[in-house]
């Protein structure tokens, strides 16, 4: 009997720290987009904004957005905090550094530019979340992986930016409550100008690539 029992303990013992692993594995997975199927989830739950009152845009990458997320949550978490903590609309024209050579803000306050002279163009770097504070701008994007482009300018290391004719991009408006992101997967032609609207007030955050 004396056998059998510790046989008995042992196994509860075992079957107990396998459930704790597995819920402990579960609500992980529950908090972090670090497993695929936990991804929509998180992205639903809006805790990585960090306590920023904004909408992501529909064409955000979601798994993109995860995987950095995943690979480097402090610079995210430190670009949707400046976004949570300053009030966007009054905040001074200007460049704010977030987390230096890795997280920066450039406000800018002004006409819009034609969208014969905004560019497509992607970053291998950086990405461009893009906000609009005041009034409204064209925002276009395209996936690298499905959209049908050609190289019109080599990827400038120095500028960390690449250039693109672009003939099926998605066009999409920028206004205030809602924010872009645009990752080295997606080419975007950023905040041009929109009918009715010349002059924009806008908010940039480059935010490295792990």
Request: aromatic share 12%; proline share 4%.
């Amino acid at each position: 009997m004396g056998i059998l029992h510790k046989l008995l303990v042992k196994r509860a013992g075992l079957l107990l720290l396998f459930v704790c692993c597995a819920i402990g594995a579960y609500a992980q997975n529950a908090k972090t987009p670090c497993n695929k199927e936990s991804i929509a989830k998180w992205y639903k739950s809006k805790a990585w904004l960090n306590g920023a009152k904004l909408k992501p845009h529909k064409s955000i990458n979601m798994e993109e957005l995860a995987r950095q997320y995943c690979s480097n949550p402090d610079w995210w978490n430190k670009a949707f905090e400046f976004l949570a903590s300053h009030n966007l609309e009054t905040l001074e024209p200007g460049r704010y550094v977030i987390d230096e050579g890795n997280v920066t803000a450039f406000v800018s306050e002004g006409p819009t530019k034609d969208i014969s002279e905004i560019n497509w163009e992607t970053h291998q770097n950086f990405n461009d979340l893009q906000y609009v504070a005041k009034g409204k701008a064209g925002m276009g994007v395209a996936s690298l992986k499905n959209s049908k482009y050609t190289s019109t300018a080599a990827y400038d290391l120095k500028r960390d930016v690449e250039n693109y004719n672009v003939e099926n991009g998605k066009f999409y408006v920028g206004k205030p409550g809602t924010f872009f992101i645009f990752s080295p997967k997606e080419i975007h032609r950023p905040a041009f100008r929109e009918k009715g609207h010349d002059t924009i007030k806008k908010v940039l955050i480059k935010v490295r690539v792990p």
